[in-house]
């Protein structure tokens, strides 16, 4: 099974995360570039595209795409991902870094809405999602700290953990995908 890890990354969580998928799974990388890269403009839903990828899309059995979901919503630069590309994705695997909790994942700002929206475009070609909530990295005393949260990047120092332990649970259920031919 052929499989290219795709992303966007705004503060550098994201790409932490797509660089271990990639590395974890031997398999290709490349980053989703808006046209613009304006955050305003991105939050208030405004978005120009994103530029065409180098890879062709339609020769991956899997496309991972990976990337932030803000305030509960699908980020511009992934929908425009998504809306460019969905006749030329086979299996699309959605993974994010993000603020929501796993508690409050179906809540307004949670990552579980994002999911159903994804599936809701993708329909079957969708097979999977995870989430790495970023207070999985905080001390207990810190997840419900939004200024916490907000400053916390991915690193190789803060990888460890609960965190660590769900990535390496996602790539051996991503693992069982392949052997599964899904």
Not at 32 to 50: E, Q, S, T
Not at 157 to 171: C, P, Q, T, V, Y
């Amino acid at each position: 099974m052929k499989t290219i890890v795709v992303y966007y990354s705004n503060k550098g969580s994201n790409r932490y995360l797509a660089e271990k998928i990639s590395k974890s799974l031997s398999c290709e990388i490349e980053e989703i570039k808006p046209r613009l890269n304006i955050f305003l403009l991105f939050l208030m839903n405004i978005h120009l595209g994103i530029r065409s990828m180098k890879h062709d899309v339609k020769e991956y059995d899997k496309v991972i795409l990976c990337g932030p979901i803000w305030m509960g919503k699908l980020i511009p630069p992934l929908r425009s991902f998504i809306n460019k590309y969905f006749r030329q994705i086979n299996k699309l695997i959605f993974v994010t870094c993000c603020g929501s909790t796993y508690a409050k994942k179906d809540e307004k700002f949670g990552h579980g809405l994002v999911f159903k929206e994804v599936e809701n475009i993708l329909k079957d070609k969708c097979i999977f999602y995870q989430a790495f909530p970023i207070g999985l990295v905080l001390p207990d005393d810190k997840r419900e700290d939004t200024d916490a949260f907000m400053k916390t990047h991915l690193n190789d120092e803060n990888f460890k953990g609960e965190i660590l332990e769900r990535f390496e649970d996602f790539i051996q259920q991503l693992n069982k995908v392949s052997i599964l031919n899904i």
